[in-house]
């Protein structure tokens, strides 16, 4: 189990440079969820992962993007079933697309900002939606 719980204390103080890798991983999302209409979303934080997660002194970093990526990850699954369900309907379904699309972009956006905001105080951000752990 990480010492890096929501809410747990932790057992030594974070670097600064940590806190703000945590805080540029969170945002980058945004970025690319900007730049790729949501499809691309979730290679900003598994590149920040696979770049800190095995520098000594960098665990914060390592965990907020962990998280990050998780949370990107479910919510792409459900952009891709809902397009796929569109394919699969021969289109009948079409109208969901924009709809959910439009959803998970605003929760992207709201909650990226809330994990940057908790790294940025040295706290971890527990996304809500993270029902599938692909990196854990």
């Not at 397009?83 to 969901?96: D, H, K």
Request: net charge positive; no cysteine.
């Amino acid at each position: 189990m990480s010492q890096y719980q929501p809410g747990a204390p932790l057992s030594q103080p974070i670097p600064a440079d940590a806190k703000n890798m945590a805080v540029v991983s969170h945002l980058s999302s945004l970025g690319a969820m900007l730049l790729t209409a949501n499809t691309l979303s979730i290679i900003a934080p598994l590149i920040f992962w696979f770049i800190y997660k095995d520098k000594p002194g960098y665990g914060f970093t390592r965990e907020s993007t962990r998280r990050a990526f998780n949370f990107n990850f479910n919510l792409w699954l459900i952009n891709s079933a809902s397009i796929l369900l569109t394919i699969i309907t021969l289109g009948l379904a079409s109208i969901l697309v924009p709809v959910v699309l439009l959803i998970t972009g605003a929760m992207m956006l709201i909650f990226h900002i809330l994990g940057a905001i908790a790294a940025s105080r040295g706290e971890i951000y527990s996304y809500p939606l993270t029902f599938w752990e692909l990196i854990k």
